[in-house]
């Protein structure tokens, strides 16, 4: 795997001997248990998994690259590189501007960025309509695309299946960055649709057997399908894509459900004709960070804390399913961490704050399942880490309890 140059400043001491030693002892990834570090009063459970993934090293590579080769020129990011308050500050802090906002709002007029300006492309890609207005104004962005590998996989399918004639399912969030750009790319491949969540592809699938009126589908999706769209024509052959950020059992759920979908409609002998088999377009650290936390979901812990951004849908994921066993709280750093006894956390349904009150319990042992989103850096991890520990006088020093857990600190 490739090594980036990112700041140092994301990097964690703690956390990353930690890492090391599980690369070391599990270099093909076969095994998810956390890592559990033991400090007296508090144990710390640690998703095998989380934090920077491939895509964002290269993306904060790439930006700040960017910043340090041109000096005294005007930088823009498209929007936020990254759904980190921590990584879209710090770069903001060194003069990168952002164009537009998480969900498309104009921040700096088009007619103020030039040709003689920086673009980057974040790593959520972006869609082919903006590629063309940059292209106009005469602004190149090959040098500074931190467009993520596992994104662009996801369109090279929506291409395979468009040279098939399949029509195609986008199982995302439909305002995301990373969604509205998958759905420019594959509508100009084939009829194209993006759906939420098994409940809206049920309907698609009651349209198709005909058990609802076609015109539902257009009512629904207002919005969401391509130009032109034919619930008649478009539904007899499809594949199914997702945001890669996704919740991996949902994504398997929905094209499960439209394979048999189209079994009934179809029969069986000929479903190739009518179902692609995409597998799954999930990106590795997607995969990896879930299945990590369904192992955390095999241990006995008295809270949960997840660290991320505010809109990181794959942060969202991780906490929706700690708290299918724990009281779980999603913080974007450790200033949420007010006192022992009160938490400012996160509900991302609701897009709203909330404050808990007691969230620690008051026992002689307290266990904390600690992880992160792929987009969080490991240095907040341990900021977080070190606001718990202050709760706890009587516990180790974070050196001690490494050494405890047999974790080299050199």
């Known amino acids: 795997m490739k090594q980036f140059d990112i700041p140092t400043f994301y990097r964690s001491s703690f956390i990353g001997p930690i890492k090391n030693l ?14 559990k570090v033991d400090f007296g009063s508090v144990e710390i459970i640690l998703g095998r998994h989380f934090g920077f993934c491939y895509g964002v090293e290269n993306a904060i590579e790439i930006a700040y690259r960017a910043i340090e080769q041109n000096p005294g020129k005007r930088i823009f990011m498209l929007s936020q590189m990254i759904h980190n308050p921590v990584v879209n500050q710090d770069l903001q802090d060194r003069g990168l501007s952002f164009i537009l906002d998480t969900e498309g709002n104009q921040l700096t ?3 103020e960025v030039s040709a003689d300006d920086i673009v980057i492309i974040p790593a959520f890609g972006t869609t ?25 996989k996801v369109w090279k399918m929506a291409g395979k299946l468009g040279t098939g004639d399949y029509s195609i399912i986008i199982h995302g969030k439909f305002k995301h960055e990373e969604t509205q750009a998958t759905f420019s790319h594959s509508r100009s491949e084939s009829p194209s649709v993006v759906i939420r969540d098994i409940e ?8 198709i057997l005909g058990k609802t009126p076609s015109d539902q589908f257009y009512t629904h999706f207002e919005g969401r399908y391509s130009e032109g769209f034919d619930v008649e024509k478009d539904f007899v052959k499809l594949g199914v894509i997702n945001q ?6 949902e994504t398997h759920e929905i094209a499960e459900y439209f394979k048999q979908v189209m079994i009934e409609k179809y029969g069986d002998e000929d479903i190739k004709a009518h179902f692609a088999d995409t597998r799954d377009t999930l990106c590795y650290a997607t995969n990896d960070n879930q299945q990590s936390t369904y192992e955390l979901l095999q241990e006995e812990a008295d809270l949960a804390i997840v660290v991320g951004g505010y809109n990181s849908s794959n942060t969202s994921h991780l906490a929706d399913l700690c708290a299918t066993k724990f009281d779980t709280y999603f913080i974007n750093g450790p200033a949420a961490l007010e006192s022992d ?33 792929a987009s969080c850096p490991d240095s907040v ?4 880490i070190d606001r718990l520990l202050s709760f706890f006088p009587e516990k180790k020093s974070k050196q001690a309890a490494l050494e405890s857990a047999g974790i080299p600190t050199t």
């Open 22 to 35: 599980r690369k070391q002892e599990d270099p093909r990834k076969k095994d998810f248990r956390p890592t």
């Open 109 to 111: 007029p088009w007619e």
């Open 128 to 152: 082919l309509e903006i590629e063309a207005f940059l292209k106009e104004k005469g602004i190149t962005t090959e040098s500074y695309n931190t467009t993520c590998p596992f994104v662009e």
């Open 200 to 207: 809206e592809a049920r309907l698609i699938g009651d349209i």
């Open 244 to 249: 890669t950020t996704m919740l991996a059992s």
């Open 341 to 373: 006894e009160r938490i400012e956390h996160f509900i991302y349904a609701e897009k709203a704050h909330r404050t808990t009150e007691g969230y620690l319990p008051k026992k002689d042992k307290v266990k904390i399942v600690v992880t992160s989103g």
């Open 381 to 384: 991890v341990e900021a977080v």
